[in-house]
């Protein structure tokens, strides 16, 4: 009998291998279209809870910085108390963030939930992931689990805003949520297949560098969304976090000189490869953060497209980014990683060039075709090269906590491209309509004064007809005149928003000329590029 259920193992653990791999690919795919449903669902969102885009753009901004805040605590966590009950926890975090979402009545239960609890789940979830992936599967499954996992990742970017668009028009921003939390109960179901991964290093925790990151990249960002919520003190909270940085930098340096235990080592970054590598993937999330929260709100409060409109306008982009991923990963040949990564933010550059400019024009979602097409296909090559480029040359010992640096690089990057193209959009909403409500020959002196006020201390992105039902008792010329107001200083706040993107590609463009200098990245073991 004992010889029998030996003999019977190798089988069910093919048999387990096969439905682990696909379990892990539904839990990153749930991870990546969550964002995407929230960024088409925004003005049903704001609708539903009757709140305002600018709390909402700041919930999808503070899930991503607090998953980038905490993501290298999360990787030391799943360290101390296992890889697999760290991954359980992160699902459970995320579980509990989208069945918030489906019962929120409140901005307030989606910044705790959500973006709160979700964005812990998130910063435990990815590193145990990784890991598992490293510890439960050899050779060339290994090698098949993380393309799959990649490719759910791939997809999820690009069906997103389709699903999510299909979902909130024609059923509910609530049902897309719930079908999360379905999703993640079945890859919980299938738990007693994950192996833990036992970690062997040392067991010390870094508290203050743990502190400090917090602080550091959460004052960054935080300040942002103070200064876009018109609050007090932003440039002191800006400095809490810059210090914070400069101290995180500055104590790894000391604990690594001293030998102890560091929230990451600062040796990773004696690769010039990897420091490069890790600041375009920063800057490459920037681009995409700003671009998909400030062209979700342009579908929805100026073209007044619902979600399934903006998610079938936005398709283009998210589809060629798939589409150009797949073909340059499978088809780079001999070209120099340097050089597709810099034809990548060179077609970006191009792209946000031209939404700048027919932003203005643009009657319909028709005209935004060509210029998403060329900015995804931008993005598709960056995302065909820059994790290989950056994670290739680190020892497989020190992979998984270079992973973890490259992913919180992006998940900061993200954050603060969702925070700060917003926050300047806007900014530049509020001064935009506080200009020409003061130059109308037509309101009122009185009136101007009051409107100029109330939109300077409380900008917002909002729709003709949303703004035409709150003027419904106003005179006619009234009426008219601020809706003229409103419809010229929209489309300059969204050109002025894109900026942000703009810039951040123009950096990529520029530091990329600096990858060409450098040597290709070799892969770990093959030579002195590696980094042990």
């Known amino acids: 009998m004992a010889g029998t259920d030996a003999a019977r193992v190798p089988e069910e653990k093919a048999g387990g291998v096969s439905l682990l791999a696909v379990l892990l690919a539904m839990a990153m795919f749930v991870l990546v279209v969550d964002t995407s449903l929230m960024n ?90 990784q890991s598992l992936i490293h510890g439960n599967f ?12 990649g490719a759910a990742a791939a997809i999820a970017a690009a069906v997103g805003p389709l699903l999510g668009g299909f979902i909130t028009t024609y059923l509910s921003w609530r049902v897309g949520f719930l079908v999360e939390v379905a999703v993640i109960a079945v890859v919980l179901s299938g738990v007693r297949l994950v192996k833990d991964v036992p970690y062997t290093g040392p067991r010390g925790v870094d508290l203050v560098g743990a502190l400090l990151s917090v602080v550091g990249m959460g004052g960054v960002v935080l300040g942002i969304l103070v200064w876009q919520e018109g609050g007090e003190s932003v440039a002191a909270v800006l400095a809490v976090g810059v210090v914070g940085l400069v101290s995180l930098a500055l104590w790894l340096r000391r604990r690594a000189r001293k030998g102890k235990p560091a929230l990451t080592d600062p040796a990773l970054f004696a690769s010039p490869l990897f420091r490069v590598g890790v600041s375009q993937q920063m800057l490459q999330q920037i681009t995409l953060g700003g671009t998909m929260i400030v062209l979700p709100i342009f579908l929805q409060m100026v073209l007044e497209y619902d979600a399934m409109e903006a998610g079938l306008t936005l398709a283009p982009l998210s589809l060629s980014m798939f589409g150009i991923a797949l073909v340059a990963g499978r088809r780079a040949g001999r070209r120099r990683p340097a050089t597709i990564v810099c034809a990548g933010f060179t ?13 203005p024009r643009a009657g319909s979602g028709w005209v935004l075709l060509v210029p998403l097409l060329i900015a995804g296909s931008g993005l598709g090559l960056l995302v065909s090269q820059l994790n290989n480029y950056t994670l290739s040359p680190i020892s497989e010992e020190r992979v998984s906590e270079a992973a973890g640096v490259n992913s919180a690089a992006g998940s900061f990057g993200l954050s603060f491209g969702l925070a700060f193209a917003g926050a300047v959009m806007l900014a530049a909403l509020a001064t935009s309509f506080t200009t020409e409500t003061e130059a109308s020959a037509v ?32 005179p006619p010329v009234v009426r008219e005149e601020v809706l003229r107001i409103n419809t010229e200083a929209r489309p300059r706040a969204l050109q002025v928003g894109l900026i942000v993107p703009l810039l951040a590609a123009l950096a990529g463009l520029a530091l990329s000329v600096r990858m060409i200098r450098l040597p290709d990245p070799r892969p770990s073991g093959s030579g002195e590029m590696a980094l042990d």
């Open 40 to 129: 088409v669902s925004i003005s049903a969102v704001v609708r539903d809870l009757d709140t305002t885009v600018s709390g909402v753009q700041s919930a999808i901004a503070l899930e991503a910085l607090v998953s980038a805040a905490f993501i290298l605590i999360g990787g030391r966590m799943g360290e101390l108390i296992g890889r697999k009950r760290a991954y359980v926890l992160g699902l459970l975090g995320y579980a509990v963030g989208a069945l918030a979402m489906a019962l929120a009545q409140s901005l307030t239960a989606i910044i705790v939930f959500w973006a709160v609890i979700g964005g812990l789940g998130a910063s435990l979830l990815l590193p145990a992931m």
């Open 138 to 149: 050899d050779g060339a499954a290994r090698t098949k689990v993380y393309a799959l996992v």
């Open 347 to 359: 077609l970006m550059v191009a792209g946000l060039i031209a939404l700048i400019l027919v932003v």
């Open 443 to 474: 309101l009122p002196p009185a009136d101007q004064q009051r409107i100029a006020q109330v939109l300077e201390t409380d900008a917002e992105v909002m729709s003709n007809a949303r703004l035409a039902e709150l003027l419904a008792t106003q």
